[in-house]
């Protein structure tokens, strides 16, 4: 069988770069305890240690 005669010819792969996480949909405090003082979450998405996104949005408004 021909794909090309069935009308279902392969589709090719998105050339635009993976989207990258931005760590704050998905976070987690379950980091060590110095990780923890210093403010910092673990992002459930990617597994990446970063500071806390909240923090630093309350940190700007105020």
Request: glycine share 4%; net charge negative; charged share 25%.
């Amino acid at each position: 069988m021909n794909l090309e005669e069935s009308g279902q010819a392969p589709q090719p792969f998105p050339m635009s770069p993976p989207c990258t996480c931005i760590h704050s949909r998905l976070i987690s405090d379950c980091v060590s305890e110095e990780e923890h003082e210093a403010g910092k979450v673990r992002c459930v998405e990617c597994g990446r240690v970063t500071l806390d996104p909240h923090l630093q949005r309350e940190a700007r408004e105020t």
